[in-house]
């Protein structure tokens, strides 16, 4: 089946420094992916959408400057998070479904779990 | 009212058990819907996906889907101590934006 990798699992970084988060889709073409956020025992909470070849599109409340998304081919994006700060801790969660088999479900990242001290 | 309704628990039954997991939504155009079970520190994994109503079997696990209701469920048979996570269910419109539920934390008891 189709399998997201996502990289790091965990981080921890100083307030003020930049943290990027991989993506990838390993055994499938992925035009659109998914960036989610999820605090403790509440659900996910989407931040953007990624486009390959093109911007992302940002939920609304995220800010496109501080959490920058860059979907450079069909099978990697990536999120940075910068000047991170310690209420940018959280579980961050990216998605993507595979290009061709549309009419099944998004498949999920392990996540990375952020923390800003 | 939010647009996705679900018990957030946590829900402790023993194991063998018959679970019974739900989800209640505002949105009379979600027509694709799914479950997705969720171990403490990991990503989502699917577990169902049920398009419009009806009902879909895999293994231990049956999803149903009452559009006229709003209403969808997960259940779970004989139900096993790795059962235990949280549920999300998850649906939408257009297969593009999806819109989750809380979870559900599920406790399967030896």
């Known amino acids: 089946g189709a399998v997201v990798s996502q990289h790091p699992s965990r981080v921890i970084c100083k307030s003020g420094t930049s943290v990027k988060i991989e993506c990838r889709s390993l055994?499938?073409?992925?035009?659109?992916m998914f960036w989610y956020r999820q605090f403790p025992k509440q659900s996910l909470m989407l931040m953007a959408t990624?486009?390959?070849?093109?911007?992302?599109?940002?939920e609304q409340g995220v800010e496109k400057d501080k959490f920058l998304i860059n979907h450079a081919s069909l099978t990697l994006s990536t999120l940075t998070v910068t000047s991170a700060h310690p209420e940018d801790s959280s579980f961050y969660i990216c998605?993507?479904?595979?290009?061709?088999?549309?009419?099944?479900?998004?498949?999920f990242g392990s996540g990375t779990r952020l923390t800003v001290v | 009212q939010k647009e996705v309704e679900q018990d957030p628990g946590p829900l402790s039954v023993p194991e063998g058990a018959i679970v019974s997991l739900n989800c209640t939504y505002s949105?009379?155009?979600?027509?694709?819907f799914m479950w997705y079970r969720q171990y403490s520190r990991k990503g989502p994994e699917l577990l169902m996906y049920?398009?419009?109503?009806g009902n879909k079997e895999d293994g231990r696990f049956t999803a149903q889907v009452d559009k006229s209701s709003k209403y969808i469920s997960l259940f779970i048979r004989d139900s096993q101590p790795s059962d235990s996570a949280t549920y999300l269910c998850?649906?939408?419109?257009?297969?593009?934006?999806?819109?989750f539920g809380p979870g559900t934390r599920l406790s399967v008891l030896p």
């Open positions: 949105n009379s155009a979600f027509q694709y």
């Open positions: 055994d499938f073409q992925a035009t659109t």
């Open positions: 049920t398009y419009s109503s």
């Open positions: 998605s993507a479904r595979e290009r061709v088999l549309a009419n099944y479900g998004y498949t």
């Open positions: 990624s486009n390959e070849g093109s911007k992302a599109t940002y």
């Open positions: 998850a649906m939408s419109a257009n297969y593009k934006n999806f819109v």
